[in-house]
């Protein structure tokens, strides 16, 4: 399964799974880190273009984006939140591609394909992830959102809130 074969959402989302033996699982652990309180900044990111992102490169990038505040601010001095969730079920049409694989295969006929993976369809401009953050540490978010943008697909946009 290679990511860029699912960047775009073409067709209607399938998010059927009571029909789907063997589904995926979500590999995203948790969608709230740190702890809610009193921040004075909410730091956003948001794709400039409507996008299908699989449930692994965000998990990737909130693990980037949270590994570095939370080294330098501690679990407790910022709060960040997952804005959306993989409903979308990937499927994969397996060809072999061994030699005698001509008599086992049936090309495209009845090809409704295995259940891969799993994506987030997201809107342009939609939020992604949000981090809220005190003053002092209001580069550090920037700077770590910005750094987990390589794990996504498209042109990013981080946008500061304040919160007072």
Do not use: W
Request: glycine share 8%; proline share 4%; net charge positive.
């Amino acid at each position: 399964m290679h990511g860029a074969n699912y960047r775009r959402g073409n067709g209607q989302p399938y998010t059927r799974k009571q029909y789907i033996k063997g589904k995926p699982q979500s590999k995203i652990a948790k969608f709230q880190s740190g702890k809610p309180g009193d921040f004075d900044y909410c730091v956003q990111l948001s794709l400039n273009e409507k996008l299908q992102i699989t449930h692994m490169a965000i998990e990737s990038a909130r693990l980037a984006a949270n590994k570095p505040v939370e080294k330098v601010v501690g679990e407790t001095g910022f709060f960040s939140r997952l804005r959306i969730y993989p409903h979308v079920l990937l499927r994969e049409n397996k060809m072999i591609a061994t030699a005698g694989a001509d008599r086992l295969q049936e090309g495209m006929r009845r090809a409704f394909g295995k259940a891969v993976s799993l994506g987030a369809r997201v809107k342009s401009g939609q939020c992604i992830m949000e981090i809220h953050v005190k003053k002092e540490h209001l580069e550090l978010a920037k700077k770590s959102l910005k750094d987990s943008c390589v794990k996504l697909p498209g042109t990013p946009r981080i946008t500061v809130i304040s919160l007072k």
